[in-house]
């Protein structure tokens, strides 16, 4: 199967109805490049091409023309073995990644071990100037960092890359909410200085507000900075 057929199996998985609902969460994406394959679909159909020729060829066919197939792209790499292969794949890939869900389900399970070299990379991604590689390295922060191997400079990685971007300020917030439920001495002391902007700051403690993970005395301690401005 080559990397046309795996795409003409993609385009016989769409679904009308689903394309014009995944436009409408996705409005940085043109409506056509989406065509409506749902996600049990695309997973299905990556489990079955995982680790065959098929897979290969088409990793090796980047850019797609389609989102549905970034996401089928995203899945195999994300099942791909070994931290070395799997980083290399996501080099090739990220570039090419122009919306935020696509770079939301990259969770590659290699990652999971925080092998060596993964901090540094993450690093490196979060200050790419591209956006969906910045919002990638934050969340590399934020899936596999917040327990063990959590240091504070990645906070403070993550506010130093307050940008104005949407996408990446988002990220930024999304992470420094789930800190604050994870790490919550570290994640209040950053919050409470002035390092980052305001919008991502109220940001922050809507999302912590609204997580049922963050402990009830911190909220309170969050709606006090919210109602002071800081």
Request: charged share 25%; net charge positive; aromatic share 10%.
């Amino acid at each position: 199967m080559s990397a046309d057929a795996v795409a003409a199996r993609l385009a016989a998985l769409a679904d009308p109805g689903y394309r014009a609902f995944q436009a409408s969460l996705i409005p940085t994406l043109s409506p056509g490049r989406i065509l409506g394959v749902r996600m049990p679909a695309l997973r299905a159909l990556a489990k079955e091409l995982a680790g065959t020729p098929e897979a290969e060829a088409f990793l090796s066919a980047l850019p797609h023309a389609y989102y549905d197939e970034d996401n089928l792209h995203g899945l195999l790499v994300c099942a791909l073995r070994g931290y070395e292969r799997c980083a290399g794949a996501l080099e090739a890939f990220l570039p090419y990644v122009d919306n935020w869900a696509t770079c939301d389900l990259l969770r590659p399970r290699c990652f999971e071990r925080r092998p060596a070299g993964l901090e540094r990379r993450a690093a490196l991604w979060l200050n790419s100037p591209h956006t969906y590689t910045a919002r990638f390295g934050i969340a590399v922060y934020m899936c596999y960092y917040l327990g063990e191997g959590f240091s504070a400079a990645q906070l403070e990685a993550a506010a130093a890359r307050c940008c104005g971007d949407y996408y990446v300020d988002m990220m930024i917030a999304w992470y420094l909410a789930t800190a604050l439920a994870k790490q919550p001495e570290a994640a209040l002391e950053l919050l409470e200085g002035a390092r980052l902007s305001a919008w991502v700051r109220q940001k922050t403690i809507q999302k912590a507000l609204e997580s049922r993970r963050v402990d009830p005395a911190l909220k309170e301690r969050l709606r006090r900075l919210r109602r002071e401005g800081r």
